[in-house]
């Protein structure tokens, strides 16, 4: 014969007792040290799972309460006029980012009003270039490689 074995009632009390505590919107963490560890976290969630109870630490946005937009991202900072100042003329407040080669001609700095010396150097838009993610940096050291250039130690 198949099928699932009779409950004990010790069981069925903890099943009772998980049911309440679940209903009452406690987390399978907090469930399992209220019960004493008798039964571990996975435990729980075996329980809730074969017995439908839907829902967990998201079920207040279930029952029916919106769940709230997450902000729009800030718009990207306008480009700066770039005056192209040499180093000699960078005062506290200029962009100091570099534009063109240094040793050849034409090779300046941004010189943008916005940056606070030393602990921002760039204005807002050099700034925001000059960040990457992980993911942008992996990706061109992936194409250094694969172009069989050297990287810089």
């Known amino acids: 014969m198949t099928g699932a074995r009779p409950k004990s009632p010790e069981r069925q009390a903890l099943e009772q007792r998980i049911a309440a505590l679940w209903r009452a919107g ?4 907090v469930i399992e040290e209220e019960l004493g560890r008798v039964i571990s976290r996975n435990g729980i969630l075996g329980v809730v799972h074969r017995n439908g109870w839907s829902g967990g630490a998201g079920r207040a946005h279930a029952a029916g309460k919106p769940r709230p937009k997450p902000a729009a991202p800030a718009p990207p900072p306008l480009p700066p ?9 960078l005062v506290l407040g200029s962009c100091r980012f570099p534009i063109g080669e240094p040793g050849r001609a034409g090779f300046g700095f941004c010189g943008a009003d916005g940056a606070d010396f030393p602990e921002r150097p760039y204005c807002a838009y050099h700034a925001r270039l ?7 940096r992996q990706q061109r050291t992936l194409r250094a490689i694969a172009d069989g250039e050297r990287l810089a130690q």
Do not use: D, G, H, I
């Open 26 to 29: 406690k987390s399978a963490s």
């Open 81 to 89: 006029t770039v005056r192209m100042l040499p180093l000699e003329a």
């Open 130 to 136: 000059t960040r990457q993610s992980p993911s942008e």
